[in-house]
């Protein structure tokens, strides 16, 4: 079954300390994208991709990097890790959507990286 | 910009009430609207979505949402909840190219 993991599942740095969240999918999907979850924000773009490099900054992208060199992946790196980083990643894909005003349709999520900077 | 409000924080009900979980959206054009749930530790599962058509959708799990262009409502239902139900709900309205989603709704579900 096509499928979309996350790793690590749990990763504990420290400050200033590069970081890199990997997402692997195997939908084929042309579409990638990044968001955080924190208490009282719900779920916040940080980028997304809509194909092999592409990338495009979401709402919250400052402090956060990625790059698309295949269909299947869409890492996310942060250069210097940050306390305010703390959070829930979740990568999630969708396939592209024609002959329609939208380019996106439904996502399908990973279980999310849970992400602690000390 | 385009926004999604879900006005319920954390709604309490009892196994086997009925259930409205409000979702507001704010989009200038024809709207693709979802409904995600999410267990504790897990990814967002997809319940139900509207593209176009009818506007009252069946999703999984026994629930439905009915969209409301004159009010910029999705609202989420079920007739009878089950302990099981016990989850985050998150609204998510479909831009252009990306999803954008409400805070959340906590339902705590009581025997």
């Known amino acids: 079954d096509a499928e979309i993991t996350q790793s690590p599942r749990h990763k504990i740095t420290e400050t200033g300390r590069q970081v890199t969240l990997a997402c692997h999918q195997t939908?084929?999907?042309?579409?990638m994208f990044w968001y955080r979850q924190d208490l009282g924000h719900g779920l916040r773009l940080i980028h997304y991709?809509?194909?092999?490099?592409?990338?495009n900054k979401g709402e919250v992208s400052d402090g956060y990097s990625v790059s698309r060199s295949n269909t299947e992946d869409l890492p996310l790196t942060l250069e210097s890790a940050a306390s305010s980083q703390t959070s829930v990643y979740f990568c999630?894909?969708?396939?592209?959507?024609?002959?329609?005003?939208?380019?996106?349709?439904?996502?399908?999520f990973g279980e999310g990286s849970r992400l602690t900077v000390l | 910009a385009q926004s999604v409000t879900q006005p319920d924080i954390h709604i309490t009900v009892s196994e086997g009430a009925s259930l409205e979980l409000r979702c507001n959206y704010s989009?200038?054009?024809?709207?693709?609207l979802f409904w995600y749930v999410q267990s504790p530790g897990q990814g967002l599962q997809l319940l139900l979505k509207?593209?176009?058509?009818?506007?009252l959708v069946q999703g999984i799990k026994g629930f439905e949402a009915e969209f409301k262009r004159s009010q910029s409502s999705f609202n989420l239902r079920k007739p009878s909840v089950h302990w099981s139900d016990a989850a985050e709900y998150f609204c998510?309205?479909?831009?252009?190219?990306?999803?954008?989603f409400g805070t959340g709704t906590r339902l705590q579900v009581f025997p």
């Open positions: 999630a894909s969708s396939e592209m959507v024609t002959g329609s005003q939208h380019n996106t349709g439904e996502l399908f």
């Open positions: 939908w084929n999907h042309n579409n």
């Open positions: 991709s809509y194909g092999v490099q592409d990338t």
């Open positions: 989009y200038g054009a024809t709207p693709y």
């Open positions: 509207y593209f176009s058509g009818d506007t």
């Open positions: 998510a309205v479909g831009e252009t190219d990306k999803l954008i």
